[in-house]
């Protein structure tokens, strides 16, 4: 184990992590469908509610101006994270459903026509799936599908044969919420602009696991969620270059996003507030703040360190059971592995592994397609954080013996 990382130190400071499941310790094992808080976030939002609790930008008085200063301190915050340009170029979003549905729902009027393409993987997450189903239905648009390789990666060659004329947007996941399969975004831009085209990269299973800067990566738009790197409910993140912002139309309508109106028209609020309509998650986005100040006193480069050594640890120890199938590749993956037990149903192997203490996520994953590919109706996936353990990993495994024992066929 890292010596530099101290995980008895970081588990300390999650408070759910010390508490048991039927009479187990918890071992958290679900963290791509979300985190637990570290104290100091708990603790930012506590303070929030209990010292500045009051509307953003449009109040003279303490309160407001001091919750308008913490929201538009927490902007900065992301913007650094990411290395963004601008703060303008970071917008406060629900989630990344959210901030997806927004560069769709922007894009259908302005830049979409019939017979145009939107250009989408065969592992995306339904967030990243529906929006653009929504888009092509509405403007006759086609959605064209990169396939996956044996490997289950990704092929440049084949999402150059799909980009065309017509191309308007490609939107591509960062990390596969099932595989952990880490795409090779970087390229997959530099190749889609060298054809003059867009791209949108889901960073939900991306940002908590490795460093992500969007002015290296170059991506037009970037969509995460603050619930899955350590930040409370409810709040989301889309960075997207000035340039968009300024030519896309809002996607709703609302307070805070206007400069004036009248009865026939109305004037809008420059970005970021043009696509930030209505009464933000303002102890969200405080939340958000705190979570990534958090990971940058660890250092992310040491999350990732970490991480992947309990990641490959998992791999290697679920190989060695019988009659279990791991899906995608070892190598190159971030946060999650997804498998399968010979003769058990996975809903049921995850309801034995609860009564040890063991929390994972069983189904489809909201990835469908991904599950037809493999002609599969669904997996286990565990998944793990900065403050996950082997010897959680070991827990898994011998539940997972335990099932077998139970349920397997003789």
Known sequence: MNQDFNIEKIRQDFPILSQQVYGKPLAYLDNAATTQKPRSVLDAITDYYTTTNSNIHRGTHALSEKASGAYETA???V????????P????????TTASINLVAGSFTDKFVSPGDEIIISQMEHH???VPWQILCKKTGAILKTIPLQDSSALSLNAIEELISDKTKLIAVTYVSNVLGTTNPIKRIVDLAHSHGKPVLVDAAQAVQHMPVDVHELDCDFLAFSGHKIYAGTGIGVLYAKSKWLESIPPWKGGGGMINSVSIRKT????????FEAGTPNIAGAISLAAAIDYIQSIGIEKIAAHEAEVLNYMHDKLSS???LTIYGSKSNRHGAISFNLEDVDN????LILDKMGVAVRTGTHCAEPLMQHYGITGTIRASIGMYNTKEEVDRLYEGLKKVQAMLQLT
Not at 79 to 86: E, I, P, S, V, Y
Not at 347 to 350: E, P, V
Request: aromatic share 14%; hydrophobic share 30%; glycine share 8%.
């Open 88 to 95: 303008e170029e970071i917008i406060f979003t629900s989630g």
């Open 79 to 86: 913007r650094h994270f990411l290395n963004a340009d601008q």
């Open 321 to 323: 059971l019988p009659g």
């Open 347 to 350: 809903y049921d192997a995850g």
């Open 75 to 77: 902007r900065k915050t």
């Open 127 to 129: 967030s990243n799936l």
């Open 267 to 274: 004037f809008y609020a420059d970005p970021p507030l043009k």
